[in-house]
Nanobody, 120 residues
Framework: QVQLVESGGGLVQPGGSLRLSCAAS????????MGWYRQTPGKERELVAL???????IYADSVKGRFTISRDNAKNTVYLQMNSLKPEDTAVYFCNALVIATSRVTSVYWGQGTQVTVSS
């Protein structure tokens, strides 16, 4: 079994910054991609940023130039540095990972979500 644990959410003023972290643990052989999604009430979950094991990162147009995704493969951890935050960035942020387990079974895992609120 694999678990994703997120941290770093909270309340921040417009223009401020937050850094989200998500650590994967458990029966992991390798992690293909890791990413962040967000969701607000009444809306579908949307991709924020994705970082594959190799290759280019992907960002939603709404966060390009403000958010940066990175990963530490040795720690099985993905980060989301969020700068110049706007009220419309308010959402629950979910970590996502495509994991190959030690059993060689490939599955998608989600974190429990962390609330980010941008408000003055």
């Amino acid at each position: 079994q694999v678990q994703l644990v997120e941290s770093g959410g909270g309340l921040v003023q417009p223009g401020g910054s937050l850094r989200l972290s998500c650590a994967a643990s458990g029966s992991i052989f390798s992690i293909e991609h890791m990413g962040w999604y967000r969701q607000t009430p009444g809306k579908e979950r949307e991709l924020v940023a994705l970082i594959p094991s190799g290759g280019n990162t992907i960002y939603a147009d709404s966060v390009k130039g403000r958010f940066t995704i990175s990963r530490d493969n040795a720690k099985n951890t993905v980060y989301l540095q969020m700068n110049s935050l706007k009220p419309e960035d308010t959402a629950v942020y979910f970590c996502n990972a495509l994991v190959i387990a030690t059993s060689r079974v490939t599955s998608v895992y989600w974190g429990q979500g962390t609330q980010v609120t941008v408000s003055s």
